[in-house]
C-alpha cells in the first residue's frame, strides 16, 4: 500500500498508543516512545513492522506513542493509520486476507 499523506490513529490514553504514519523514502522509519520501552520495545517494534509487511507498506515514516497498548490494539492502530494514510475507502480494504 502507498502511503499518499499524513495520518493519525489511536489516543495518549492508557492501555492505547497513538500512531502517525507519513510517506517516506529509504524503507520504514521507525521511532517508538513507550514507557514501557525496556521491557516490551522489541516486540512492540515486530508488531509494528509485521502489520506493516502484512499490508505491503515499503515507504513509510513511522511514530508510535505506547502507553502500554496490547498488541491486537497496536495491531488495529497500525492498520487504521496506514488505511487512512493511503487513502482506502471501505470498498478498497482487503478483508479476505491483510487484516487479521
Known amino acids: 500500500m502507498e ?3 499524513s495520518s493519525v490513529a489511536g489516543t ?3 492501555s492505547d498508543v497513538l500512531v502517525s504514519i507519513e ?3 529509504n524503507g520504514i522509519g521507525l521511532d517508538i ?3 514501557v520501552l525496556n521491557q516490551f520495545g522489541r516486540q512492540i517494534r515486530a ?3 509485521e502489520t506493516l509487511e502484512r499490508l505491503d507498506v515499503q515507504q513509510a515514516q513511522v511514530k508510535i ?3 502500554g497498548a496490547l498488541d491486537c490494539t497496536i495491531k488495529a492502530r497500525v492498520e487504521c493509520a496506514v488505511f487512512r494514510a493511503a487513502d482506502a475507502s471501505e470498498k478498497d480494504i482487503p478483508w479476505k486476507g491483510a487484516v487479521r
Open 3 to 5: 502511503i499518499k499523506h
Open 12 to 14: 495518549l490514553e492508557s
Open 65 to 67: 506513542v505506547d502507553k
Open 33 to 35: 516512545s513507550s514507557s
Open 47 to 49: 508488531t509494528v513492522l
Open 23 to 25: 510517506p517516506g523514502e
